[in-house]
């Protein structure tokens, strides 16, 4: 139908219409990151800023957005549709939001197209500004990184908002009548925010068949379902040509691992890009993170492009190559690298963490860590799997790993000279501590745990030299080499009966417990006391009096 | 023409009363302002861009956007800051902020000031008593807030009368042209007090932008 537009503005509107669907998934997605967002106003137009607005365009997003449009443009019937959703360090995930731009029959035929109808653009996207600092996910947001991460999906075609629960609530953000339709900016957000105890997620169906997978060899080797949404912690880079984008998939090289402390274990794997695709290297700030218990990926902090594979299932799988990682730009190194945890282990790889969060400044020596097997560890890097059956050998097995530059030599101390359960942690002689660069790393503040240690002692180099990293040795109570040879069972038993404390079981006959206190009182002269102070008592009021 | 009013009501403790009317005040500013323009010789313009800044409120869980000009943000805090002064402890006041055209009159007269849009916000300060009830006024007035920035969003995407887009001769009569980064529409910020009795006891009016009937 002629809509009476000139060809001319038909052409601006759709322009405007497809970089304004851009701007607002950028803004969107900005919104969730975690961060707070600052841009510069400028008085001399660039020409390059979309409505007005210094809005930044992170690459890998607009590829997406791209990607879910296809050529095409919200019309009627056919939305974009930006789903904000949550996912916990445990796997499960939660929609938040649905930011839904629409397109409906109503025209406006008198509005001019390249003035008003771009202004009136510009004043929605600034309504959205505002609006996404508003609705309830925006404090999630801030707040991810620990226990759970914000994740985005874009599609287009039909609204579905299933995955909000009960009681979802609409915000109109705005509308614009255009010659062709009127576009409409509204969000759905879930206000049922009460899924975590019960558990109730639902993973639902692909939707339209779009992978949602830009990683297109992810080392980890898991493949994305197709509705797991990106995470919204990426970061642009200052470089301006979106086509560096593609360039990022290939230099993912390091892998840190982090666990999660509550059964089973998963692991995500975090990837940082070659630090040429960052506009800074990674800092090592960010890995003086405790290891808290719950998910940490460090890198959320710090790392700009993080991959998060499925976490529960396929743990194994995820691991695994990993560590083949790992192995790999280790022997780069000439540093040591000792297997990390295996999944089969999947109670190693939590105490591993539990222990790495208890791990106290001084932990460990590694002197004290490094059995003779350790030798025969690093001969063996290409060695897979440890012996599965007793998990308590293979964590003996994981020694504390020297950085790779770090010289020292080791000296290997039995389990029999070690008499006390984390006699490990005890704080050990100036000696060995003052030579122990993995304690005192040189040239750099006191580690809080062995991981940081081992990565400063490689020369803090950014993130290029973070493929070593430690596993520390404990030794849990109970565990084999523990002083006391029984197990936990044995020790339950035999101490479950302890006898009755001396003060408590005075005579209980007729009187009760506060009785026996007052006779007691009495028979320590209380009386003689209380007569004392009666004589002195204008001295105690004469002092009294002198302190107020 | 009609000049819309609007009016905003919040409860807010002592302390909050500063963020709480920098975030309603800014949000609309925020809507209400535009790059800079740049004429040119055929008598179109261009316009510059603008920038934008969360800001996170220290006494309130609540975040809002304002735009990115630290000589707006000055002239609006020391408003803000004069209208808390003026509520000193508990009570009930309220602060305009009003968008106006001028319209150039003969000599000797002066330049007419009218209003095309005015938001009223008003504010009801409370004295809380312990830390639990601060915890949870922290809470309820940012969702209170959020309440009251979409409102704002509301009215301002009823597009309604705005300003014709002013030549280059009248562009003073439309924006404020001061400011060097932004500009917004020309707008007064002006308060009053009301005391515990709830009557209009004193009606102060401060001027606080340039204003020709000043001269």
Redesign the interface.
């Given at each position: 139908m002629d809509s009476g537009l000139s060809p001319q503005d038909k052409k601006d509107l759709d322009k405007f219409i497809k970089f304004f669907a851009l701007k607002t998934v950028q803004v969107i997605v900005q919104a969730r990151l975690g961060e707070?967002?600052?841009?510069?106003?400028?008085?001399?137009?660039?020409g390059s800023?979309w409505f007005?607005?210094?809005i930044k365009d992170i690459p890998e997003v607009t590829h997406e957005a791209k990607k879910a449009l296809a050529g095409q443009l919200p019309g009627i019937g056919r939305s974009m549709c930006v789903e904000i959703s949550l996912k916990t360090s445990e796997g499960d995930s939660m929609e938040l939001e649905t930011w839904c731009l629409e397109m409906n029959e109503k025209c406006d035929k008198d509005i001019k197209v390249s003035?008003t109808v771009y202004n009136?653009l510009s004043?929605?996207l600034?309504?959205l500004?505002?609006?996404t600092?508003?609705?309830p996910a925006?404090?999630l947001s801030?707040k991810q990184g620990h226990d759970y991460v914000i994740l985005y999906r874009i599609y287009f075609g039909e609204v579905q908002l299933n995955g909000l629960g009960e009681g979802f609530q609409t915000?109109?953000?705005?509308?614009?009548g255009t010659p062709v339709g009127t576009v409409t900016l509204t969000c759905a957000y879930r206000t049922n925010l009460a899924f975590m105890s019960n558990r109730q997620f639902e993973r639902s169906a692909p939707i339209m068949g779009i992978i949602v997978d830009h990683f297109v060899d992810p080392p980890c080797g898991g493949q994305r379902p197709a509705n797991m949404g990106h995470p919204c912690n990426y970061r642009a880079t200052d470089e301006d040509d979106g086509g560096q984008y593609a360039g990022c998939q290939d230099s993912q090289e390091v892998c840190t691992t982090s666990f999660s402390t509550s059964p089973p274990s998963q692991c995500v794997c975090t990837l940082s890009p070659s630090p040429s695709k960052l506009s800074k290297p990674l800092p090592l700030d960010s890995l003086l993170l405790p290891l808290a218990p719950g998910l940490v990926t460090h890198t959320l902090y710090a790392s700009r492009l993080s991959y998060h594979p499925p976490a529960l299932a396929g743990a194994a799988e995820l691991c695994h190559p990993a560590a083949n990682q790992v192995l790999h730009a280790g022997k780069e190194h000439g540093g040591v690298v000792s297997g990390p945890a295996q999944p089969p282990h999947g109670a190693d790889a939590q105490l591993t963490a539990e222990n790495a969060a208890n791990t106290p400044g001084s932990s460990g020596d590694d002197a004290g860590l490094m059995h003779s097997g350790e030798r025969r560890k690093r001969r063996d890097e290409g060695r897979r799997s440890l012996s599965p059956a007793d998990p308590v050998e293979s964590l003996n097995a994981f020694t504390r790993k020297i950085g790779a530059f770090v010289n020292k030599p080791s000296t290997p101390i039995t389990a029999a000279s070690l008499d006390l359960p984390f006699a490990a942690f005890a704080p050990r002689g100036l000696d060995t501590e003052d030579n122990d660069p993995m304690v005192q790393p040189p040239d750099s503040p006191p580690c809080p745990s062995p991981l940081q240690a081992s990565l400063h002692s490689q020369g803090s180099e950014g993130s290029g030299q973070q493929d070593d990293f430690v596993m520390v040795d404990f030794r849990p109570a109970f565990s084999k080499d523990d002083l006391l040879p029984m197990d936990l069972g044995t020790f339950y038993r035999e101490f479950q009966n302890p006898p009755q404390l001396a003060s408590l079981s005075l005579h209980i006959s007729s009187q009760s417990m506060a009785d026996d206190l007052v006779t007691q009182l009495f028979k320590d002269s209380l009386p003689e006391k209380l007569a004392v102070y009666e004589k002195n008592i204008d001295e105690f009021d004469a002092f009294v009096d002198m302190l107020q | 023409m009609n000049c819309r009013s609007e009016v905003l009501e919040v409860t807010v403790e002592a302390r909050q009363v500063e963020e709480a009317m920098l975030a309603l005040l800014h949000t609309i500013l925020l809507h209400r302002s535009s790059g800079k323009f740049h004429y040119k010789k055929e008598g179109t313009y261009s316009i510059g861009t603008v920038g934008t800044i969360d800001i996170d409120c220290d006494f309130i869980d609540f975040t809002f956007v304002r735009v990115s000009s630290e000589e707006l943000d000055r002239v609006i805090r020391k408003a803000v800051s004069e209208f808390k002064d003026a509520l000193s402890g508990d009570g009930m006041g309220q602060i305009s902020l009003e968008f106006y055209q001028k319209k150039k009159s003969r000599w000797p007269f002066s330049d007419e000031c009218i209003p095309w849009e005015v938001w009223s916000i008003k504010v009801n300060v409370v004295n809380l008593a312990n830390e639990q009830e601060r915890q949870i006024c922290r809470e309820k007035v940012g969702e209170k807030l959020g309440e009251k920035v979409i409102n704002v969003v509301e009215v301002i995407n009823r597009h309604e009368y705005l300003p014709k887009m002013p030549t280059q001769s009248e562009v003073d009569n439309v924006f404020d042209t001061s400011l060097k980064d932004v500009q917004p529409y020309l707008y007064k910020i002006t308060y009053q007090i009301t005391d515990s009795l709830g009557t209009s006891v004193s009606t102060t009016m401060r001027r606080l932008i340039k204003d020709t009937l000043a001269l």
């Open positions: 707070k967002i600052c841009t510069r106003s400028s008085s001399s137009p660039t800023d007005n607005l210094a003035y009136r004043v929605l600034k309504s500004l505002a609006i600092r508003v609705t925006y404090k801030r915000v109109r953000v705005g509308v614009v | -």
